[in-house]
């Protein structure tokens, strides 16, 4: 059994993380670790863990001791240092934060507001979006786990792109998410009084997962993508769908797109493309790893609708981690993550 | 007092518009019908109406009779024929539903699947969106009461076109309404553990209040708009907000479009312009007959991103449809309708 | 126009005050206090109050001194210096805490852990329960406005007590109240992700309202008056449901009971018994000042159980605090609280 | 792989039995049948199940033929001859309905309106509450599977009932339940905008399964239990908290219930006995088999107020039958079982 640990456990992805990861198969919770619970057991925490471990939050330099594989979720700025202790002891880290997923400094320094701690880091990291770096994350120890809105919108627009069918600029990403991607620190907006029974947008053309978007998604068009993105606040407690706007080069016909997407996804586990005429929802998803991609054109047939789903805290999130450590450690990419969606 | 009616009271809208003409100070609801609940008390279909009122669904002709205004609140292409006998008694008829709002019958006919049954009425009717239309609407006996999406998008969109400072295509109108928007008919999409905890669009690229925004969006700009329209399902009661994205003819600056959305609105009782950096959400509207319209651009500042919400069932239907009537009677405006959205 | 003032004005109870106080048609709100935002307006607190009123937090000083009603909305132990000020100037005070609730110091000691600062006040407060109070309120200018549990409890009970039916201990009292009534104040059990989709109870047989009830119960008993009383937490906004247990002396007739509920609330405009075979909901009331009230029995015919509902803020809070006041100023018991439940 | 079947697999019980079979390493699902859907693929019916199984809905009669073990999820009534053939058959049935979860005939005709199609099955059917029966379990065919509201209260009260401590008469259980208990099939008070928001119990004194309670409490106390039953319906998709009272025979002292509670359950790996101090809540159980009870006394401490939550869907239908295959079967009692719940 892999040794594998959590640091940030706590957290809400920390947490996922751990849910999961005591179910999978091959691998051994060994530590955790959690600034604000030290020396409390996880159990104390999340009640739900009550009689199904009695793992205790320890201390970070413990979890990168006692592990093979070590799992950063933490608020941004803090994976890097830890991240090189992890290396530097060959040990393999999956950050879930934004820390290494964007390759561009500056823009680093211009959305987050500081520059790189450990820089030559990142010369190392690879993008852990696996339908797209699948190859790279086998032989890489240092995984930048994608954001939850990013992995819906660049698996909904990478077969357009890599087909180089649409336009590069005024692609419009409307997206939706679950207040669970606030985290669990308490706001007033997500306050249940004031959070239930609404809904709005929130960071309008600033946030910050702005840049990781266009960046992949220049990647997987060789040449600049530049996007509109609004987030939204659901009064629901997971998932996220994303609205995707874009115009084609050329007069499409939808029935040729609906099968380029099935033809490109014909290989990864966890997307599945919906038949033309029905509708990607988030319930499709919840509580699973899949990703949903359904199909449709405007009534001028002049703009092609991608939406776009997953749980934002298992595909945007703990299991597209445990996707990536399944791929480094050679298992199979579905290890620990068969999971279906509740009906309900 | 004045008299007034509705028919078909025991559907959503119906309801919402008796619940709100029991306190209007100078109307009285003098008769109400119902196919589906005819002889029975209202507060027996509704019982939040128990002691509040008597009243018993009768059949439309005793609406007709008795009432000096009279609502019909009915699916599309039930109106027309009602409409009629209310003119021709020299009646005031305010139609809630779709019958009326297009002006051409060739759209009509391709969105709704059929041709105007009382041609001859369709030159009579006015479009009731008081903030474009209220001179129209002082001396007309026969109102469309408009949808509830196109409120939020034609009132988010109307200073910048009637001051020619967008493109007119390529819009992006993307929408989320609550649940009561789809009414009291009963379908697995709005079963309680199929919709709560959810979210997803439906009708993506037919929906039929697209021709109705593109008509008025044209009116306003006095030349052709063209939009992209998805609406979508949200796990609430009450409320719609529309994000839209347009693109500005010249290089804008924010805090312009600031003074001249505060400007265009500063008569207009109902609609409130939130200062720059603040957000509009449904909780600012929910159960009043207010749109709260708020102004942002994209990080590259090349899009403009209005937010436009309201209470589907109050401007969005029955606030709307009094506020007509107000306008009509020669009421203030804002007669019953001095509703403060409850801050949770 | 009386003047009237909130003290505690950003708080939900003191919002819901300011909503319903602006709405009503013979007093003037001329002052509002916050200690956390004062000079703010409350529009930029919530933003529901934009162009609605201009009205900026001040002093509770101010509040005295410009006003001839003052509403108290203040945690616990906060309430009774103001309160001697207010008197002490011939103002009209009504608490909306729980200062004066209790006449017992010794029980007042016991579960709010102080003694009363002004004994002297304690003897001139009413409690403000108007269906059993109204005499006592109409010569009183200092109120004791109940809790919002109690409320739904009382009113369950008050004809079955009056009229020696029913057993005076072994009252089962299971509540369930909306997320408002734990205020605004940031919890984990009230982030929107902790308490969606949850349902739990709290303080199980600790809660500070059990000898409120008790007390009440027993002067309407005119005897000793013991319960079990259990509160949940809904994941709602708004309103709070009490199904109440308790066994009658005789064997009952249903039919009978439920025309002593009639006969006894016949005057009181805010108490609606639901026709036998009908089931009290918290949709019944959410947004006015009402109590609906249905009448059981179990299968065995040995127990009743009644069902009261009310909407915790305002029948459970700001809506009886303006009651009390109606009724102190000689206003009709009504005035500025004819709100009908919206159906949805 | 025993070969498993689902008769009635689209309505919700069936569609949580397929999720969780699917995942399940001892068994192969080999037949479902609908009469709504039959010929149809079942991930068609609920999308979730696209690219997880082929199914199709097929006849009753192929599902008997195909399987070893048939999980019948019908309304009730309808069971008793499909019963029949599998038992002829040497088939395992076991039934998530109704019928043969009372033993007295008289009760089944009261309660349910027929008498038993066939009376000499039920000389061999095992209630199916493993915590109670494991041993005749282990040596049976055919199992009534409990009804959900049944299982909180029985495992809840069990080991009060065994050691005799609490009084017979007079238990109230006051019980929640989410929408899904009500099943797929549309009605009004399951419909999104009615029941959203809102909380109101049903069936007050007249629900089904009030006899199955008090049978199985009465066996567990070897003497008559008379309860009186409330069930109430919660604005969430699952779960079920029931709050107890009962009434101690002699003076008690909660730490010794505990500790009871505790060496009761002590070899039963689905009921967690939260610490002194500590609620249930329906989010430690939703989407796992556990259940969660925590103990409570009143403020006067003569009453025992026990809370007991499970997911409705799981330990209250789908997952309990699993528990009882796997008995049968001879597997771990927790294999396919080993759910933890979300903490959010």
Redesign the interface.
């Known amino acids: 059994m892999v040794k594998v640990g959590i640091i940030g456990a706590t957290g ?1 992805v920390g ?2 993380l751990l ?1 999961l990861l ?2 999978h198969p091959k691998v051994e919770v060994a530590a955790l670790s959690s600034v604000s619970f030290e020396g409390q057991e996880i159990s104390n925490v ?7 471990t009695n793992l205790i939050c320890n201390s970070m330099d413990d979890v990168v001791e006692k592990c093979d594989v070590i799992f950063t979720a933490l608020p941004h700025g803090l994976s890097e240092d830890i991240a090189k202790k992890a290396i530097e002891n060959n040990k393999i880290c999956i950050d879930m934060g934004a820390d290494f997923r964007l390759s561009n400094e500056d823009d680093y320094e211009k959305w987050y507001g500081k520059k790189f701690s450990q820089p030559e880091l990142h010369t190392k990291s690879v993008y852990g979006l696996p339908e797209l770096n699948k190859e790279k994350i086998k032989n890489c120890s240092l995984i930048a786990n994608p954001g939850c809105y990013p992995t819906t919108i660049e698996l909904g627009l990478m077969p357009l792109l890599k087909n180089s069918l649409i336009k590069l600029d ?1 692609i ?1 990403c ?1 997206s ?1 998410s ?3 991607g606030a985290g ?1 620190s ?3 907006n ?13 960071k ?3 946030h910050r997962h ?1 840049p990781e978007i266009e960046e992949t998604l220049s990647v997987m068009a060789n040449d600049k993508v ?1 996007i ?3 987030p ?1 606040l ?6 996220i ?1 994303s ?1 995707i ?1 874009c ?1 084609p080069k050329n007069k499409v016909n939808l029935e040729e797109i609906y099968k380029l997407y099935v033809e490109f996804y014909k290989d990864k586990p966890f997307v ?1 493309i ?1 038949p033309l005429g ?7 998803v ?3 790893n899949d990703c ?1 991609i359904s199909l ?5 047939e002049d ?1 092609i ?1 991608v ?1 776009s ?1 997953i749980d934002n ?1 298992i595909k945007g999130a703990a299991g597209q981690g445990i996707q990536n450590m399944n791929i480094i450690l050679g298992f199979d990419e579905t290890e620990g993550l ?1 999971l ?5």
Not at 190 to 202: D, L, M, Q, R, S
Not at 340 to 344: E, G, L, N, V
Request: glycine fraction near 4%.
């Open positions: 809400y947490a996922e849910r005591l179910s999340y009640k739900t863990f009550l009689n199904k005024g419009i409307d939706k679950g207040t669970t669990r308490l706001a007033l997500t306050h249940f009084p004031e959070e239930n029974e609404t809904f709005a947008p929130y309008v053309g600033a702005t530049s509109t993105f609004t939204h659901l009064p629901i407690n997971r998932g769908l609205t706007y115009t599945n919906l029905e509708i990607a929802s988030i319930k499709n919840r509580l699973s949903y449709h054109l405007n009534h001028r703009q609708i939406v789903t805290m068969n279906i969606a509740p009906a309900f």
